[in-house]
């Protein structure tokens, strides 16, 4: 894909959703990083029913800790891995009181330091509570960069690192957000609804729907 396609296909995501976001539900950063931690291998959706009733029990790392490994278990036994995340969870939420005085750090080394942040985890929280303009490569964006042609790669630190040289910078810090919800509602993985693509003729997909 041109540089010129390129800007064109932002500018056209741009138009239909100027102000993206998460669809993950929260109210302060440490309720994002919980609600990131645990999407991993789950949709939003099901996150979001499972953090209703924590946050409003539990909306603090202290509150958090409190519970307890196996109470905040059954919170989010609903989703997957929900064992290992509900030790990840409570693990940060410890180390956030200790070396962070609770507050979600602004600093990438530290917050991939916390139990359960990759990189990916910590990109969004850079991207969506500092204002940063990282890019998050999940299953969506890596499926849509490479799909289109916008920014294939093999693994998805290539094309993380192939987005971020080539997305417009005017375009960069909603860049995440605008390729997920494409991804997610769009040009979906077993059956992408082409005809509704705003950026059809754009893309390289060989195999696009009716």
């Not at 029913?49 to 059954?74: Q, V």
């Not at 962070?100 to 602004?106: I, L």
Request: hydrophobic residues 40%.
């Amino acid at each position: 894909m041109t540089p010129i396609k390129r800007r064109e296909f932002f500018s056209r995501l741009a138009a239909a959703n100027p102000e993206p976001a998460t669809e993950l539900e929260y109210a302060t950063p440490f309720q994002l990083l919980v609600a990131v931690i645990l999407s991993a291998q789950a949709t939003d959706r099901g996150v979001n029913l499972t953090t209703r009733p924590l946050f409003h029990d539990a909306p603090t790392p202290p509150a958090i800790a409190a519970l307890g490994e196996a109470r905040l278990a059954e919170y989010i036994k609903t989703i997957g891995l929900y064992k290992t995340k509900a030790k990840n969870v409570l693990a940060t939420a410890t180390l956030l009181q200790e070396r962070h005085g609770g507050e979600v750090p602004h600093d990438r080394a530290a917050l991939e330091a916390l139990p359960g942040v990759g990189r990916k985890t910590a990109n969004v929280v850079l991207s969506v509570i500092f204002g940063e303009p990282t890019i998050a490569v999940d299953t969506h964006v890596f499926r849509v960069a490479n799909r289109t042609g916008l920014a294939p790669g093999k693994d998805v630190r290539t094309v993380e690192n192939k987005l971020l040289r080539v997305v417009p910078a005017e375009f960069r810090h909603h860049a995440h957000h605008w390729l997920i919800l494409h991804g997610r509602h769009v040009c979906k993985a077993r059956k992408p609804d082409c005809p509704a693509c705003p950026v059809r003729d754009l893309c390289q997909y060989k195999e696009k729907s009716a």
